[in-house]
């Protein structure tokens, strides 16, 4: 199995989970984060003052699939997530083995 583990623009959430939902997938996690990369800090006007951001926000969606979907997952969640900017998200994908903690026992997904 793979984790799928997607970094995001906050504005992109939905489009991502309505495609997936179309490839069958109808759960994730979903935790809001702040994060920075090339674009670094930079200045805002907030309240008419002009304010250092060191953080931006993104959404990190993270998915458990089978290494058969992982591909197709992670070009979906691309096509959806992307912006065309510099700080427009990352996809991370990793092996993982999945324990139920009511049973104990290994979990396989379908999906």
Same mark, same amino acid.
């Given at each position: ?5 997607? !970094? ?5 959430? *939905?489009? =991502?989970?309505?495609? !997936? ?17 090339? *674009?670094? %800090? ?16 993104? =959404?990190?969606?993270? !998915? &458990? =699939?089978?290494? *058969? ?5 992670? %070009? ?19 092996? &993982? ?11 396989? =997904?379908? &999906?």
């Amino acid at each position: 199995m793979k984790k799928v583990e997607a !970094l995001i623009e906050p504005f992109k959430l *939905q489009e =991502v989970q309505d495609a !997936l939902r179309e490839l069958g997938i109808d759960w994730m996690t979903v935790c809001e984060v702040k994060g920075f990369g090339r *674009q670094n %800090r930079h200045t805002e006007i907030y309240r008419g003052s002009e304010c250092t951001v060191d953080y931006l926000p993104k =959404v990190k969606i993270d !998915l &458990v =699939v089978t290494d *058969q979907a992982a591909e197709q997952v992670v %070009r979906i969640i691309i096509q959806a997530a992307h912006t065309g900017k510099t700080d427009g998200g990352k996809v991370f994908i990793s092996e &993982v083995e999945t324990i139920q903690i009511r049973s104990g026992g290994k979990v396989e =997904v379908t &999906v």
